[in-house]
């Protein structure tokens, strides 16, 4: 071999491993949506310790301000869906009837029972899920979510992330708080504000997520959540207009991806039973984005969707999504261990 043949291999002896390392395949993250919510009410310990211990990439939090500012995890900017607010403060609640967790201290919030999620006739939301009726389940702070998780990692030798999603941050400014701010300070105060491979921060609110990136300067990885503008989301921000390729360059301006609701990307079946998918995945891939879309329900499965194995096969063999957000982290973990999907990441 010339001497000029044996630097090359060198070279390539060198790059080449850097190169695979680079590209190395990943598995589509599973992330457990307000913890093993499809079995033990949502956003309680008890169901974090259920998803850690299904195997979850990432644990979510959504989160929201007491009165004190303290930022719990809770799904809803009301209580009274989730927790046994109108029998212990009948007298709390503002004209329009609700229980807002604004309006309530973190000591008063800490008096209250969780339960399963109840809908606006206060039967429960999912009727198979676990029953009904306060028990010993309450509202976890984001702080003490996190060293609850940290904990786990511990005990069980592993490293979960965080997904954590700001709700309604303009309703907050306008009650005087600064979600986004109070929440990187928990994260500063626990060690994770650095930590890129480990925690994803959420919102529907595009201004939240570009005031995240450039005026507090957050190194870690940000989501912009996808809605229908018929949701009445928090936020000024055209829905249709993001899943355009303008509107996704524009994202991608500031975000490393998108959380998109589960029927922006699958549209339905022909007459002929094949799948129908919308370009939603290749455009965000394109620009670089990743894609986490929003909600994998064993027990509300999409029309046209035979069961809950086939909805994990659109998704994570035809679609290409790089993670997804399910009620059933066990279900989505068995499922990858069956049928293993791996690409190279965006
Ligand atoms: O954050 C992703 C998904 O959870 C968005 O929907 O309403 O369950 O927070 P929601
Ligand atoms: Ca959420």
């Known amino acids: ?19 695979a390392m680079t590209a190395a395949a990943s598995s589509p993250i599973v992330i457990a949506h307000r913890g093993a919510s499809g079995y033990v009410p949502e956003h309680t310990l008890a169901a974090k310790a259920m998803a850690h211990a299904m195997g ?13 500012g303290i930022p719990i995890v809770l799904h809803d900017i009301h209580l009274e869906s989730t927790t046994d607010v109108a029998a212990r403060f009948p007298d709390r609640a503002r004209q329009d009837g609700r229980f807002y967790a604004i309006d ?38 984001l702080a003490e979510e996190i060293d609850f998780i940290s904990g786990l990692d511990r005990s069980r030798g592993r490293r979960t992330g965080l997904y954590i999603e700001f ?4 309703f907050h400014r306008r009650e005087g708080h600064d979600i986004a701010r109070r929440v990187l300070d928990v994260l500063v105060e626990k060690g994770y504000d650095q930590r890129r491979d480990q925690v994803f921060l959420q919102c529907f609110d595009d201004v939240t997520l570009r005031y995240l990136r450039d005026t507090l300067q957050t190194p870690l990885p940000l989501i912009q959540l996808i809605a229908d503008n018929s949701w009445g989301e928090d936020s ?48 965000a891939h394109e620009r670089g984005l990743q894609v986490h879309p929003y909600t994998f329900r064993a027990d509300q499965l999409p029309a046209g969707i035979g069961s809950f194995a086939e909805l994990l096969d659109i998704f994570l063999h035809q679609a290409g999504v790089d993670g997804l957000f399910t009620d059933f982290p066990d279900l989505a973990r068995d499922y990858l261990l069956q049928h293993p999907v791996n690409r190279t990441s965006p």
């Not at 071999?1 to 190169?19: D, F």
């Not at 991806?257 to 998918?277: F, H, N, T």
């Open 56 to 68: 979850a990439d990432y644990i979510e939090q959504d989160v929201v301000l007491t009165r004190d």
């Open 1 to 19: 071999m010339r001497l000029w043949q044996q630097y090359l291999a060198l070279i390539a002896a060198v790059l080449l491993p850097c190169a």
């Open 104 to 141: 309530f201290t973190l000591a008063e919030i800490r008096t209250l029972r969780a339960h399963e999620r109840t809908g606006a006739d206060g039967n429960a939301a999912f009727p198979g899920r676990f029953p009904l009726g306060p028990g010993l389940l309450t509202v976890p702070t």
């Open 236 to 283: 000024e921000v055209d829905y249709d207009f993001l899943q355009t390729a303008p509107g996704l360059d524009a994202v991608a301006s500031y975000a490393d991806g998108i959380g998109p609701w589960l029927m922006q990307i699958y549209r339905g079946k022909q007459a002929d039973g094949s799948v129908e998918l919308s370009n939603l995945v290749a455009l």
């Open 167 to 170: 709700k309604a941050p303009n």
